[in-house]
């Protein structure tokens, strides 16, 4: 089911201007040089300027050799936890970075959120990244949390990742989680099977000249990565995503979707107008702050449906 959302504030475009005179230009800097030394971590750490939700804690804990934090605020619940997978086109991103939206993810859902700090491009492939999202759903699964209390979340990359990691957990007899939600997800490499949208111009934060070398250097050859549309797409839980109409990987998304529900997975798409990739995470933005209570209350329903189900069974 598709919900179109109104768009276009003050806040949304000022951002949108900012964001094509600056992460633009250096994304197409990097298209042009993929392989030169980029600071990929420096990145990470504007992510500390973010303003968290007062009442959010912070901690950090271990699944193995990779790092997770696990948020919390003071309105958190029992019986509700999200599990993390931030974005940053596998090359950046982690531990600062997605703070902000993190602290609000966890503040409008009453959940307690792991977000996994997943190995990435140029050290390890995306097949080593869902290898780790794997792993940390199995930490959960091993610390006594009930897999319909688990709900997969993630922006760009990350929302490639709650469907890899799913289908993953699948392959390994694993439970599925509740549901899954995706924010502005990457669905494919190979842009010419599921292709992108604004290939001539690119959208506020992708020109097509970066699409292209992303999908290249990090995806591979057509084949060499498992993808969303490659999983076992009927097995899956309940899906959300969210998505704006002017950007790159709306079409992705869109058919996506469709692809989604003729598999006969129930699936609800949200689509704003005039937003920017992952805009969710831009907390000054009306349409930012809409999208995290449109997620929270679809993932209520979610968890709220495991008790109706477990009251119905006694």
Excluded: N
């Amino acid at each position: 089911m598709r919900t179109d959302f109104g768009g276009g504030s003050l806040q949304s475009q000022v951002l949108g201007l900012v964001l094509r005179h600056s992460a633009r230009r250096i994304i197409d800097a990097w298209a042009w040089a993929p392989s030169l030394p980029w600071p990929y971590g420096v990145v990470d750490q504007l992510g500390q300027l973010q303003r968290k939700v007062p009442g959010t804690r912070f901690e950090e804990s271990r699944i193995g050799p990779i790092r997770a934090r696990v948020v919390r605020h003071g309105s958190a619940r029992p019986g509700r936890h999200v599990l993390y997978f931030h974005g940053g086109a596998f090359l950046v991103g982690g531990w600062h970075l997605h703070g902000g939206l993190l602290s609000r993810i966890a503040a409008a859902t009453g959940a307690t959120v792991t977000s996994v700090e997943y190995r990435q491009f140029p050290r390890h492939s995306v097949t080593q990244s869902t290898a780790d999202g794997l792993a940390a759903y199995r930490h959960l699964l091993a610390q006594g949390v009930s897999p319909e209390e688990i709900v997969f979340m993630g922006d760009s990359a990350g929302g490639f990742l709650i469907f890899t990691v799913a289908d993953a957990a699948r392959e390994a007899g694993l439970p599925m989680p509740r549901a899954l939600v995706g924010m502005s997800p990457l669905i494919d490499f190979d842009f010419i099977r599921t292709p992108v949208g604004r290939t001539r111009r690119g959208d506020h934060v992708f020109g097509p000249r970066a699409l292209r070398t992303f999908g290249r250097v990090v995806g591979g050859a057509p084949g060499a990565v498992r993808t969303p549309v490659d999983c076992d797409l009927a097995t899956l839980p309940p899906v959300l995503l969210q998505v704006s109409s002017s950007e790159a990987l709306y079409r992705q998304v869109a058919r996506f979707a469709q692809l989604l529900e003729e598999a006969g997975v129930p699936t609800d798409l949200h689509v704003w107008p005039g937003q920017v990739h992952v805009f969710q995470a831009a907390s000054v933005v009306p349409e930012a702050v809409e999208a995290v209570g449109a997620l929270a209350a679809w993932a209520d329903r979610a968890w709220s449906a495991v008790r109706g189900e477990a009251a119905a069974s006694a």
